[in-house]
């Protein structure tokens, strides 16, 4: 018959780090993410959020914004790529179509959202996050 | 009384409808609403308190700039995108859309900046 599957109930709850400056913003993502069953991490800027990685952190779905200071999402996201972090990174940010939401995209993001963002944004990148990872099982 | 506290809140939900109906707040104003729950009770005003903060803070910063001598148009257009895109996310249409047309007229002013310099 085999070991008993304990494990397969016990399912880790996703992690998701949402970077954003501006606090009613990081409140309501946190909302939205929190009553999709995710556990909830956040960072004021870019660098807090490359910093976490550094120090050994790591998550399953990041959030990013593109204006913030110190360091901001397009900066991130190459220095986070650069550094291996293969999560999936997708892009929040108030800029329509241009010049800087291109070079946000370039920078490597798998896709990006104009705000505002919503659980119906954010319910399907949890469900394709899901599926990926029972693939790789 | 509870005739008072009645009359309240029909008044707050005829508010609210005119602030729907004259474009200030939009749909996403209706998502955060519906995230108001036993577990969030307080969750509306927890982030319009928020909202209103941040915007103080943007404003502040904005009066600042467009009081200099030689005006920074790429700082304005900063402050004005951050409240763009916090208006958006709480459903502060009107907000929003004076957002829009403050950034238009902020780059027309930097052509002009440019070409009479």
């Known amino acids: 018959m085999g070991k008993p599957t304990i494990d397969h109930g016990d399912q880790k709850k996703l992690s998701v780090l949402i970077v954003d400056d501006c606090s009613s913003v990081q409140v309501l993502h946190r909302v939205w993410a929190l009553k999709l069953g995710l556990e909830v991490h956040i960072a004021e800027n870019g660098k807090i959020a490359v910093d976490l990685h550094r120090s050994g952190a790591s998550f399953d779905l990041i959030l990013m914004d593109l204006a913030m200071p110190i360091m901001n999402g397009e900066q991130a996201t190459r220095e986070l790529r650069a550094m291996g972090v293969d999560a999936m990174i997708v892009g929040v940010t108030a800029y329509d179509d241009g010049p800087e939401r291109q070079a946000f995209v370039g920078a490597g993001l798998n896709a990006c959202y104009s705000k505002p963002f919503t659980e119906f944004n954010l319910a399907p990148l949890v469900q394709v996050i899901k599926e990926i990872n029972e693939k790789s099982i | ?117």
């Open chain 2, 1 to 117: 009384m509870a005739g008072h506290v009645v009359q309240l809140q029909k008044q707050l939900v005829d508010y609210t409808a005119s602030l729907f109906n004259e474009g200030f707040l939009d749909d996403q104003f209706n998502q955060l609403q519906q995230l108001q729950d036993e577990s969030n009770p307080d969750f509306v005003v927890e982030v319009v308190s928020l909202f209103f903060e941040d915007s103080e803070r943007l404003l502040n910063e904005l009066a600042k700039a467009l009081d200099q001598q030689n005006t920074d148009f790429k700082k304005v257009d900063a402050h004005v995108h951050q409240l763009k895109g916090s208006s958006s996310s709480i459903g502060a249409q009107r907000v929003q859309r004076v957002c829009i047309a403050f950034r238009n007229y902020c780059d027309a002013q930097n052509i002009e900046g440019s070409v009479s310099s």
